[in-house]
C-alpha cells in the first residue's frame, strides 16, 4: 500500500480545477479497458469477480420478475462471508446492510437507507483492499449514485489544499469504463448523481502511484529529508603538522550519518468512518 507526500499532493494540486486533465499521453495505460471502479477501488484493474461492485450489489438485491427490488436476498450475509474468505470487515458490513434493509425499503427510514449506503460503499472497499478511516485522512473514495441502493459511478478524491487553503479543498481523479485515460483535478465527480457517499482510506494502493507519477504536476523528484549535513569528503593520508614524519598521521574526524527511510506501515482499525454525505 502507498501514501502521497505532501509533496507530492501539492503538486498534483491546482489553484482552478475543472472538468479534468488528462494523464501524460506518453503513459502507457495498463489497464486501458478498466472501469471507473478499478481506477478508484484498485488503483487501475476490474477485473469480474466477487470484488466488483455489480456482484455486490446483485448478489445483495432481490428483485422479481420485472425487475422491481423486492428485498435482501436470503442468504447474502453467508455469501459474503464465503465469498472473501471469512474478511472480518467484510462481514460486519455485510451484517448492517442485513439488519438496515427491510427498514430501509419498507419503511422507507432515512437514516436506514443512509446506513446501508454506507455499508455498501466500505463492503466495496474493503473487499478490493482499502481499509476505511475512522478519522480524516488525505484521500477518500466517492461513490455516487442515483438511489440509496444503487452505484453509478467511483471516484477517487485527493486533498487539493495542502499548504495553500486559498485553494478547492478537493481534487477528484477518475475515468469512465475505460473510454478515456484516469484524469486529475476534477473539481466535482462526474455524472451529476444526486448522492455522493464519501469515505476516507487509510492508504492507496501502489497502483495508484503508477498512474499519479504521470499526471500534470507530479514532482520531478523528492526534496532530501532534512537533517544534517554530509561529511566532507575523507581527505585521505596527510602528514600531521605536529609532526613531520610521513609515518605519523592524524585521525580524521569525519562522521558517517545514515538516515533509515520514512516508511510507515500505517494501520487503522476498521469501524464507522467519518465520510461525509452529499445529497442534492
Known amino acids: ?11 498534483l494540486a491546482s489553484a482552478e480545477l475543472g472538468a479534468g486533465v488528462e494523464l501524460d499521453p506518453g503513459f502507457v495505460d495498463p489497464y486501458p479497458d478498466a472501469a471507473c471502479w478499478g481506477w478508484a477501488l484498485c ?5 469480474h469477480g466477487n470484488a466488483e461492485p455489480a456482484e455486490i450489489f446483485d448478489r445483495a438485491i432481490a428483485r422479481n420478475a420485472a425487475g422491481i427490488m423486492t428485498g435482501l436476498r436470503d442468504g447474502f450475509t453467508g455469501w459474503v462471508h464465503v465469498a472473501f474468505n471469512a474478511n472480518a470487515a467484510a462481514n460486519n458490513q455485510a451484517a448492517v446492510i442485513a439488519e438496515n434493509f427491510n427498514r430501509a425499503i419498507i419503511e422507507l427510514d432515512e437514516n436506514a437507507e443512509r446506513t446501508c449506503r454506507l455499508a455498501f460503499a466500505k463492503l466495496c472497499m474493503i473487499v478490493n483492499g482499502l481499509t476505511p478511516a ?5 484521500y477518500k473514495i466517492v461513490m455516487a449514485s442515483d438511489h440509496w441502493y444503487s452505484w453509478e459511478h467511483w ?11 486559498e485553494n478547492p479543498e478537493w481534487q477528484y481523479t477518475q475515468r469512465d469504463a475505460g473510454v478515456n485515460p484516469v484524469n486529475t483535478r476534477s473539481d466535482e465527480v462526474w455524472g451529476d448523481h444526486p448522492i455522493l457517499t464519501e469515505i476516507y482510506v487509510t492508504e492507496l494502493h501502489d497502483g495508484h502511484l503508477t498512474y499519479l ?15 544534517d549535513p554530509p561529511a566532507p569528503p575523507h581527505p585521505g593520508q ?3 603538522p605536529a609532526d613531520p614524519s610521513p609515518l605519523t598521521l592524524s585521525p580524521t574526524g569525519g562522521n558517517d550519518s545514515i538516515s533509515p527511510a520514512s516508511d510507515a506501515d500505517t ?5 464507522v468512518s467519518s465520510g461525509e454525505d452529499q445529497v442534492t
Not at 500500500?1 to 503538486?11: E, K, V, Y
Request: charged fraction near 10%; glycine fraction near 12%.
Open 1 to 11: 500500500m502507498a501514501q502521497l507526500s505532501d509533496l507530492q499532493l501539492r503538486g
Open 43 to 47: 488503483g487501475g484493474p476490474s477485473a
Open 134 to 138: 475512522v478519522a480524516p485522512t488525505n
Open 155 to 165: 471516484s477517487l478524491g485527493l486533498r487539493n489544499d495542502i499548504a495553500a487553503p
Open 213 to 227: 507519477q504521470h499526471a500534470q504536476g507530479w514532482p520531478a523528484a523528492e526534496a532530501p529529508p532534512a537533517g
Open 238 to 240: 596527510q602528514p600531521s
Open 267 to 271: 494501520t487503522a482499525t476498521t469501524g
